[in-house]
Nanobody, 124 residues
Framework: QVQLVESGGGLVQAGGSLRLSCAAS????????MAWFRQAPGKEREFVAA????????YYADSVKGRFTISRDNVKNTVYLQMNSLKPEDTAVYYC?????????????????WGQGTQVTVSS
């Protein structure tokens, strides 16, 4: 079993930055593939970024490439999402996800563990 707790969301003006954190417990964090998804009101949950357990590979949605950076600290059992140059369309609830075995990192159903989400609101 894995418990995920997100933090760092909030209200920011367009062009600003936020850093989300996701603290994991309950299983060897270093063997977990980690990802961030987001869901805006009335829309489906969408992939944002992912990082393999080895940190050798990172993946990004085209909409955030060049603005967001995913990273992990296997000592602190935490994954981060640094979000820069935020836009109003980035407004959503951001969810942390994890699983030890992932084939398609962009597919939400492949992740067995989810956090409760943290709200990010970007004002224009």
């Amino acid at each position: 079993q894995v418990q995920l707790v997100e933090s760092g969301g909030g209200l920011v003006q367009a062009g600003g930055s936020l850093r989300l954190s996701c603290a994991a417990s309950g299983r060897t964090f270093s063997r977990l593939n980690m990802a961030w998804f987001r869901q805006a009101p009335g829309k489906e949950r969408e992939f944002v970024a992912a990082i393999r357990w080895s940190s050798a590979n990172t993946y990004y949605a085209d909409s955030v490439k060049g603005r967001f950076t995913i990273s992990r600290d296997n000592v602190k059992n935490t994954v981060y999402l640094q979000m820069n140059s935020l836009k109003p369309e980035d407004t959503a609830v951001y969810y942390c996800a994890a699983d030890p075995r992932i084939v398609q990192v962009v597919v939400a159903s492949e992740y067995g563990y989810w956090g409760q989400g943290t709200q990010v609101t970007v004002s224009s």
